[in-house]
């Protein structure tokens, strides 16, 4: 059906075209070719407009999810969509492929994933050049993928990035009627400083660009207050705080389901016993070993505003530690391969260093088997929060994570975790934290964490977005 309205859709542009076309060359001619072309155009414009707005009965029902990224390391717009389905709505999810995206998404009857392809600019010239084809190329594919779909009632677009969805999304929804909601998750033209500094022009485009148009949508959502508030006083953009919440596969891991898990890591080795845990063959029960080794587990995706050389200094000073695996959930950013071989040169004597490849289903897991997380993440904004760190309390797992402006709004220094400012720092937490381990696990500020996080509890996701997403999709 929309495959069949689009090839209409398609033939009207087509036929608009060629009128205008026509209409100009006509003009030369005399005044009455003149209204005949003006009043076909029209009569087309008209037409083509009927046709993208051309709702039925279940148009109030259908939400588009749109990130510019790759869909399965974009879990926040995957709870969007779940979240919709669980309510009834029909998702159309457009995106990059690449990761496997959660089961439950892949799933779910009523999400369809459309992937489009990240597309490359002109690879010969100036840099310049290859960037602006690459806008251009990747703006036609997605408002030919966009007018392909039946009529949405909303489009949910992340940003960033936003270069360029935004004018495209917000093109879409004025043509077909549609509701413009942008997920504000950092500035993109903050992330593209990083990499060309401040001051460089194509940032501060980018900057103008996010401004101008952010201010077109017809709602907004925020992760931090911090954000909200600069959004207002800056941008003149109204928003409404949607803290990341754990959904509820993040929890504290079962002593069987930590041994599943970490036999499944380890394949080849037929014995019931690994680093961690044990399974006595007699009655098949699971404990944990005497004198295990702390986990501390750190995500990061190895991009410029996660320095991960704070740990591996941090990590050098290790004789405070009876035994320390590390475990590092990777990434696809632009510094991987300088950290893995950063890594591959390192030797320590109590520290074992593994990236291990992990299916979604099975990071809450690890994060659920973890004693400590780690966080580097640093906002090139100051105004987002960890999403890591938000998995992490999930979990009940304490967490050492570097300090930037807003953090406090999640990490409670002293409470359920530690703030540092830098690799001295963050080693005499990690001394504070497993110099007895696993003595510690219960006592001392580990213990103490781990047991402020479970008494706090926290709003789940589900409940988080039925109170802050949900009336903006079912206002009138």
């Not at 990761?99 to 999400?111: A, L, N, S």
């Not at 310049?128 to 703006?139: P, R």
């Not at 999930?394 to 002293?414: D, N, R, S």
């Amino acid at each position: 059906m929309a495959d069949a309205g689009a090839s209409m859709t398609l033939a009207t542009i087509s036929l608009i075209g060629f009128a205008l076309l026509a209409g100009f060359y006509l003009t030369t001619l005399n005044a009455l070719w003149t209204l005949v072309s003006v009043t076909v155009t029209a009569v087309l414009v008209s037409q083509l407009l009927r046709k993208l707005r051309r709702r039925d009965a279940l148009t109030e029902r259908r939400v588009c999810v749109l990130v510019l990224g790759d869909i399965g390391r974009s879990p926040r717009m995957q709870y969007h969509a779940l979240s919709l389905s669980k309510h009834g709505y029909s998702v159309t999810f457009v995106g990059f492929p690449g990761t496997k995206p959660h089961q439950d998404v892949i799933g779910d009857e009523r999400i369809t994933i459309i992937p489009i392809t990240e597309l490359k600019g002109l690879q010969v010239g100036p840099r310049m050049v290859s960037y602006v084809t690459k806008v251009i190329l990747q703006s036609l594919q997605l408002l030919l993928v966009l007018l392909k779909t039946d009529v949405q009632s909303h489009i949910l677009m992340q940003n960033p990035p936003g270069l360029p969805s935004i004018v495209v999304t917000w093109l879409v929804c004025g043509l077909r009627g549609s509701r413009f909601i942008i997920d504000w998750h950092n500035y993109g033209y903050t992330i593209m400083a990083l990499s060309h500094g401040p001051d460089h022009p194509i940032v501060r485009l980018a900057q103008w660009y996010e401004q101008l148009f952010g201010r077109f949508s017809s709602h907004n959502l925020c992760v931090t207050n911090a954000m909200k508030e600069d959004l207002q006083n800056n941008w003149n953009i109204r928003a409404t705080t949607l803290y990341d919440k754990p959904p509820a596969i993040f929890k504290e891991t079962s002593v069987d389901l930590k041994h599943q898990l970490f036999m499944r890591l380890r394949p080849g080795d037929v014995t019931e016993k690994t680093a961690f845990t044990c399974r006595d063959p007699s009655d098949l029960s699971v404990t944990l070993t005497s004198g295990r080794p702390a986990l501390l587990i750190s995500s990061t995706s190895w991009t410029e505003d996660e320095d991960f050389s704070i740990l591996l200094k941090a990590l050098e000073d290790t004789c405070c530690f009876n035994s320390l695996c590390v475990c590092v959930r990777p990434g696809k950013g632009p510094q991987k391969d300088h950290y893995r071989k950063l890594i591959d040169t390192l030797s320590f004597e109590h520290v074992k260093i593994c990236t291990p490849w992990l299916e979604a289903e099975d990071y809450p897991v690890l994060l659920g088997s973890a004693d400590l997380g780690v966080c580097l993440h640093k906002s090139s904004s100051g105004l987002d929060l960890p999403m890591k760190v938000v998995d992490m309390f999930g979990c009940c797992l304490p967490v050492c994570a570097i300090h930037f402006y807003c953090l406090h709004e999640l990490v409670k220094h002293e409470e359920n975790g530690l703030i540092f400012k830098d690799s001295e720092e963050l080693s005499g937490q990690l001394k504070s934290l497993l110099w007895d381990f696993p003595g510690c696990e219960d006592e001392g500020k580990l213990g103490q964490f781990r047991r402020n996080l479970r008494a706090s509890g926290g709003q789940r996701w589900d409940q988080n977005w039925d109170q802050n997403v949900l009336p903006l999709l079912t206002a009138p």
